[in-house]
């Protein structure tokens, strides 16, 4: 049976919302910190992704993309409508696209990444911006990892302070 490997990643700090609206809302300056420290983080766990989904907001996109900076092979996401501000089904479903890859990323929003951590882990987990998490576990493919509420391990939570 396979091992699989899951980050789960929410964007980093994004100004409160003004003139923008909320899917165009960037990184601010410490999201952009954020986002480099969390990419550096990853990139010492010595996970390489092979795939990466991210909701196609700009603040999760700006956030992958300074984050997969710091790794040896920066990976260029597939945005995802559907990831924008999730909720744990959708979260599940999308997990099922990381089909015939054993490292995966998501990148997404509160509540639906928190929800994910929870369902899989076990943990309720509040994820702060730019927090990861990395999860494992064996399973045949993806959507028997995405149902299974038991066999996944919380491997590591990573913070960008």
Known sequence: ????????????????????????????????AQAKAIGVALAAEGLRPSEALCSDAQR??????????????????TLS???????????REAMEQLEGHTVGVIVGHNPGVSQLVGWL??????????TAVILSCEAEDWRAAADAREGWRLVKILRPD
């Open 1 to 32: 049976m396979p091992h699989l490997t899951l980050i789960i990643l929410r964007h980093g700090d994004s100004p409160s919302y003004g003139a923008e609206r909320d899917h165009a809302r960037g990184l601010s300056a410490q999201g952009r």
């Open 60 to 77: 999760t996109q700006q956030t992958w993309a300074i984050a997969a900076e710091a790794l040896p092979s920066p990976l260029t996401p």
């Open 81 to 91: 409508r559907a990831l924008y501000l999730a909720d744990l089904l959708q979260m």
């Open 121 to 130: 882990s076990g943990e309720r987990l509040s994820m702060g911006t730019a």
